[in-house]
């Protein structure tokens, strides 16, 4: 009694599948390593050459006892220093970051379709949805920076020579202090009565410990005074731009029929995403200058 050879039981076609198989692997070594290698050595090249060429930019020995200015975060967190400067700084710096990971993390979750799976833009609309989103993003996210300065201001200002008419729509800061509802008045101002104060000027202060009784359990009182004005400033309106305008760009995207699907949803999102954080990260870096006021800034600057 003899028994089969597995090996030459199997068919002609299943050995040319496996032989196939074999054939379009990629190996560790020299497939990968060999890339990696080249990689190193050119940009050590490079490296080496922009060291001998380029002289560093060296200041004068640290002081902990002075602070420089501007005093920059690193260029990864430009972007959240950025936020900084237009909204509450436990919104931008904590609150924004950990919601944007989440909803990052929930792209697969949200768009599970099968279909084209490991593609890139394999759709007929997806490099469309990539430019819409990077091209709204990047010229909004400039707009608004551009309001929040002022600019809009600066530039009526430069052609008539005129102040602006309206001191409140300077900027979210100006808005904060101006609106007539709530302004801000020096004692020498209300004594002189060139500024009388709003109607809703009690919005300004409202004693939270009267009204969260927390002695009554045991507990220290809460001595926490909200501003209702601050509060729209600083959260209620950035978090409404932020996420209104999201929606506002996929509502407008699927009326007008760019973006259909759940990932050309995505994919127009995602776009603007990044570009919204290139766009934060490059003014954070070149457009902060002293004060962090918006200008063309440099680290040659000082030579």
């Known amino acids: 009694m003899t028994t089969a050879n597995p090996a030459e039981a199997q068919s002609a076609a299943v050995r040319g599948r496996a032989r196939r198989q074999r054939e379009e692997e990629l190996l560790v070594w020299p497939d990968l390593v060999f890339i990696e290698f080249i990689s190193a050595v050119v940009f050590t090249i490079l490296l080496v050459g922009l060291s001998v060429t380029v002289d560093a930019i060296l200041l004068d020995r640290a002081n902990p006892a002075v602070t420089p200015n501007p005093s920059k975060a690193p260029w990864y967190f430009l972007n959240l220093q950025e936020l900084l400067l237009h909204m509450h700084p436990a919104l931008a710096g904590v609150v924004v970051p950990t919601i944007a990971l989440i909803a ?7 768009d599970n379709d099968n279909e084209g799976q490991g593609e890139w833009l394999s759709g007929p609309k997806d490099w469309l949805n990539v430019w819409v989103g990077t091209a709204v993003a990047s010229i909004g996210t400039l707009l608004l920076i551009f309001f929040d300065d002022g600019m809009h201001a600066k530039i009526y200002e430069s052609l008539t020579g005129a102040k602006f008419p309206v001191s409140w729509l300077v900027n979210m800061r100006e808005f904060q202090k101006n609106f007539p509802l709530w302004p801000t008045c020096t004692p020498e101002e209300l004594a002189a009565k060139t500024c009388a104060l709003g109607p809703l000027e009690w919005a300004k202060s409202i004693p939270l410990g009267k009204v ?8 220290p009182a809460l001595d926490l005074n909200i501003n209702i004005p601050a509060v729209l400033v600083e959260q209620i309106i950035p978090v409404t731009t932020m996420v209104g305008l999201p929606i506002l760009l996929s509502l407008v995207a699927h009326r007008r029929g760019i973006a259909q699907t759940k990932r050309e949803h995505m994919i127009l999102q995602f776009s603007g995403f990044i570009a919204v954080y290139v766009t934060l990260t490059i003014v954070g870096t070149y457009f902060r200058g002293e004060g962090l006021a918006l200008g063309p800034y440099t680290i040659f600057a000082h030579q």
């Open 104 to 110: 990052l993390g929930a792209i697969p979750y949200w």
């Open 212 to 219: 969260v009784r927390t002695d009554l359990l045991g507990l």
